[in-house]
């Protein structure tokens, strides 16, 4: 613990931006547009969109956690795609952000996986960005333009003033559209997991579901994969929700714990799954 609580203040900002990632509870897209009347197909209703929460009480963002658990034995494996809006200098002095090799070995291991992108990270690596966003194997989710925090003292990081919260979510779409991410789901992670009332209330007309987690991987800063796929295993229910992250320089062990993970939740009977499908089998579902 020492150890981490070290390196993490070495590390610095992206320390305390991925710690906060892997150790609290973490969580859109913008709704997609109804079809107008000049483009809908009459005889053909449009196609429905990824399913989504009903709102929470007094028309709050709804905030999801985990699926059923007594149905199935899914688990869905999510990674938050980090990086922060100032963190531009240190990419252009070599630190990398991405993780080419865990997504080749989701790829390879036919993962399901759903990845929720900075709008900073999908600017830095659009190629990436969009090779993700087209293959059928996952599914991208936005976690912010900036990855500041929606809330006051949200491990170290900087704050997102309220009246910003909206178009830091809406510029994450745009990034990703840019990069040509296309259909990106109405789902949001809280940069942090950090949300309060006043953070639910100012995304509810953005239309999307916030998805926290059950299940913290503790990938974040971590060297010991062994102990980081302990603790997966060790917390995997049906219908969980695990966080892990999708950037090198400070998950290093990432893809090495997703190579012992899958077979053996395979071999315990675990089908993976993208949070869509999660959502769309709750019972709060719109
Ligand atoms: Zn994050």
């Not at 197909?41 to 985990?66: I, N, Q, W």
Request: aromatic share 6%; with cysteine; net charge positive.
């Amino acid at each position: 613990m020492i150890t981490l609580v070290r390196r993490a203040a070495v590390l610095g900002t992206l320390g305390a931006t991925l710690a906060a990632c892997g150790t609290a509870t973490e969580a859109p897209r913008a709704p997609r547009p109804a079809p107008t009347a000049s483009s809908a197909v009459p005889s053909r209703p449009a196609p429905p969109g990824p399913p989504t929460l009903a709102p929470g009480p007094a028309g709050l963002t709804p905030v999801f956690e985990h699926g059923p658990r007594a149905r199935e034995k899914t688990v869905a494996l999510t990674f938050d795609a980090d990086m922060t809006a100032d963190q531009g200098p240190r990419a252009a002095a070599g630190e990398r952000f991405d993780n080419p090799r865990l997504i080749a070995t989701l790829r390879r291991l036919k993962v399901p996986a759903t990845v929720f992108m900075t709008g900073r990270w999908a600017e830095q690596y659009p190629d990436q960005a969009r090779f993700i966003g087209r293959d059928p194997l996952f599914e991208v989710a936005n976690h912010s333009y900036s990855h500041y925090a929606y809330t006051d003292d949200c491990h170290g990081l900087p704050t997102v003033p309220k009246e910003r919260m909206r178009s830091d979510v809406e510029r994450a779409y745009a990034a990703f559209e840019k990069a040509g991410v296309r259909d990106a789901m109405p789902y949001f992670r809280f940069p942090g997991g950090c949300h309060d009332r006043a953070a639910l209330e100012e995304l509810a007309t953005t239309g999307v579901t916030a998805v926290q987690w059950d299940v913290v991987s503790g990938d974040a800063f971590a060297t010991d994969a062994d102990a980081v796929a302990r603790q997966v295993l060790d917390g995997v229910r049906p219908g969980s929700v695990v966080v892990m992250h999708c950037t090198r320089s400070a998950a290093p062990v990432t893809e090495e714990v997703v190579r012992t993970v899958v077979p053996e939740l395979r071999r315990r009977g675990y089908r993976f799954v993208k949070v869509s499908e999660l959502i769309g089998a709750s019972d709060d579902r719109r």
